[in-house]
């Protein structure tokens, strides 16, 4: 229990720190120095305002502001860099790589932008600017410059010398990459394989003419699945003439795992992809906004539906009770194929052209739920209803039956033929699938009623 004390007392808070920032400033920077980008990042996430936030920001060494923008949402990065001159952007890119350069680049106004990079030193200008001319989702856009290539009739002693002297320069260094008097590409090694070769061995001899490589046009999806396939630490990236421009580290690649994947929950939700805390209410009301009046249309379908049975409805109340039963059945069998689609077209482990099991299984899953859940609810049915007995029962039953084998066919259809069309599935596929599985269950139900009950 002392112990359990003793941490909560030694807890470092923003408020904390904001208060030594008035009375102990230099004891302040002394402190956060000591923190990592992602404690320091929790502290900023846990002041007040942006003003609050701002005054911290300044407290932390300048090596380390970089990471720690870096760390915090998108939206919230965006206006602390807006507050900031073009002069502190400058400082905090001296201490990034090139791609978290860019990275800070691109989250800021463009003339701004223009302003920071004229500051620059001319090879740090040239490589940014080689940098930002790449799609944001690329492997162009993801790619650093740092590196270390050699050329091809170097010894193994040679690269080791030159190791020594400036490896230290480039982070996460796993791979040596080598290269023609051209700087095209021509093999690759990895760094533990070179440090038990032969001093007078040629890298050649040694290299990986077969390592994966990305072109950088490359959409970031195909990069994570190269990483996935091949379980390597970085990827070089090379232009149409096989020129080395860059490389990609498997950090990147986590980061896109982690966007696609939040990206994907956010649309199956009918999120945008930019959706975030930290956004303005304005903002987030318009883009949740225009997604609630596309449901809002699809929910009123379902009730023109409805309005086709109110007849039927008013002589038999039972129904107003029982059918959302059957649309819900529906929207939540649909949903959970949904879900296992779109995540297998993530991947890239399901297409258009290799769906024909995925579907089969989809909608045999459907085949036995629908019949165990009809007999259910039949059953159900007819004992809490007993006047109307069996013959509401097999009326539920076999609506509940159709709707839920629609619903496994739609769930694994939807996503298919939207990625066919070259629309992203993950986007529009929930707000169809919840229009097919009202629409027909509704329809079943209350028609069957009308024929059978009437």
Same mark, same amino acid.
């Given at each position: 229990?002392?112990?359990?004390?003793?941490?909560?007392?030694?807890?470092?808070?923003?408020?904390?720190?904001?208060?030594?920032?008035?009375?102990?400033?230099?004891?302040?920077?002394?402190?956060?120095?000591?923190?990592?980008?992602?404690?320091?990042?929790?502290?900023?996430?846990?002041?007040?305002?942006?003003?609050?936030? @701002?005054?911290?920001?300044?407290?932390?060494?300048?090596?380390?502001?970089?990471?720690? @923008?870096?760390?915090?949402?998108?939206?919230?990065?965006?206006?602390?860099?807006?507050?900031?001159?073009?002069?502190?952007?400058?400082?905090?890119?001296?201490?990034?790589?090139?791609?978290?350069?860019?990275?800070?680049?691109?989250?800021?106004?463009?003339?701004?932008?223009?302003?920071?990079?004229?500051?620059?030193? /001319?090879?740090?200008?040239?490589?940014?600017?080689?940098?930002?001319?790449?799609?944001?989702?690329?492997?162009?856009?993801?790619?650093?410059?740092?590196?270390?290539?050699?050329?091809?009739?170097?010894?193994?002693?040679?690269?080791?010398?030159?190791?020594?002297?400036?490896?230290?320069?480039?982070?996460?260094?796993?791979?040596?990459?080598?290269?023609?008097?051209?700087?095209?590409?021509?093999?690759?090694?990895?760094?533990?394989?070179?440090?038990?070769?032969?001093?007078?061995?040629?890298?050649?001899?040694?290299?990986?003419?077969?390592?994966?490589?990305?072109?950088?046009?490359?959409?970031?999806?195909?990069?994570?699945?190269?990483?996935?396939?091949?379980?390597?630490?970085?990827?070089?990236?090379?232009?149409?003439?096989?020129?080395?421009?860059?490389?990609?580290?498997?950090?990147?690649?986590?980061?896109?795992?982690?966007?696609?994947?939040?990206?994907?929950?956010?649309?199956?939700?009918?999120?945008?992809?930019?959706?975030?805390?930290?956004?303005?209410?304005?903002?987030?009301?318009?883009?949740?906004?225009?997604?609630?009046?596309?449901?809002?249309?699809?929910?009123?379908?379902?009730?023109?539906?409805?309005?086709?049975?109110?007849?039927?409805?008013?002589?038999?109340?039972?129904?107003?009770?029982?059918?959302?039963?059957?649309?819900?059945?529906?929207?939540?069998?649909?949903?959970?194929?949904?879900?296992?689609?779109?995540?297998?077209?993530?991947?890239?482990?399901?297409?258009?052209?290799?769906?024909?099991?995925?579907?089969?299984?989809?909608?045999?899953?459907?085949?036995?739920?629908?019949?165990?859940?009809?007999?259910?609810?039949?059953?159900?049915?007819?004992?809490?209803?007993?006047?109307?007995?069996?013959?509401?029962?097999?009326?539920?039953?076999?609506?509940?039956?159709?709707?839920?084998?629609?619903?496994?066919?739609?769930?694994?259809?939807? /996503?298919?033929?939207?990625?066919?069309?070259?629309?992203?599935?993950?986007?529009?596929?929930?707000?169809?699938?919840?229009?097919?599985?009202?629409?027909?269950?509704?329809?079943?139900?209350?028609?069957?009623?009308?024929?059978?009950?009437?």
């Amino acid at each position: 229990m002392a112990k359990l004390e003793n941490n909560i007392q030694t807890e470092f808070s923003s408020q904390d720190a904001l208060l030594m920032a008035v009375e102990r400033p230099r004891a302040l920077r002394n402190r956060l120095r000591k923190l990592h980008a992602s404690e320091l990042c929790a502290m900023l996430l846990g002041c007040r305002d942006d003003a609050e936030r @701002l005054i911290l920001l300044e407290r932390i060494p300048q090596a380390q502001r970089g990471d720690v @923008l870096l760390e915090l949402p998108e939206g919230m990065q965006e206006d602390l860099l807006a507050k900031l001159a073009p002069s502190d952007i400058e400082d905090v890119l001296e201490h990034l790589d090139s791609d978290d350069a860019a990275d800070i680049l691109q989250a800021v106004d463009k003339d701004v932008a223009d302003e920071v990079i004229e500051r620059l030193e /001319p090879d740090d200008r040239r490589g940014l600017e080689a940098l930002l001319g790449h799609d944001e989702e690329s492997a162009g856009g993801l790619m650093q410059a740092e590196l270390f290539k050699v050329r091809a009739d170097w010894t193994v002693e040679k690269v080791l010398l030159v190791l020594r002297r400036f490896g230290h320069e480039i982070e996460n260094l796993n791979y040596v990459y080598i290269v023609d008097d051209d700087d095209r590409l021509v093999g690759v090694i990895p760094l533990h394989k070179l440090l038990f070769c032969e001093p007078e061995q040629l890298v050649t001899s040694v290299e990986n003419k077969d390592f994966p490589r990305v072109h950088a046009g490359q959409d970031q999806e195909a990069v994570v699945q190269l990483f996935e396939k091949y379980d390597v630490l970085a990827v070089p990236v090379v232009d149409d003439d096989g020129v080395l421009i860059g490389r990609i580290t498997a950090d990147d690649i986590i980061d896109v795992v982690q966007d696609e994947a939040t990206e994907d929950m956010y649309r199956l939700a009918a999120l945008s992809g930019d959706d975030d805390i930290s956004e303005r209410v304005g903002i987030t009301a318009w883009r949740r906004g225009i997604w609630l009046m596309v449901n809002l249309g699809t929910a009123i379908l379902a009730s023109l539906v409805v309005a086709q049975f109110q007849g039927t409805i008013a002589q038999i109340v039972a129904l107003a009770v029982l059918m959302p039963i059957v649309a819900s059945m529906g929207g939540i069998a649909g949903t959970q194929t949904l879900t296992v689609i779109v995540r297998g077209i993530a991947l890239g482990r399901v297409t258009f052209d290799n769906a024909r099991r995925s579907l089969i299984k989809e909608v045999s899953v459907s085949l036995f739920t629908g019949l165990a859940f009809a007999l259910v609810m039949g059953v159900v049915a007819a004992l809490w209803f007993p006047l109307l007995g069996y013959k509401l029962g097999l009326v539920i039953a076999v609506a509940m039956f159709i709707n839920l084998i629609m619903a496994g066919l739609s769930g694994a259809m939807i /996503p298919l033929t939207l990625q066919r069309m070259k629309i992203d599935p993950a986007l529009a596929s929930g707000t169809i699938l919840t229009t097919v599985t009202d629409v027909v269950g509704f329809f079943a139900f209350l028609g069957l009623a009308t024929i059978f009950l009437l």
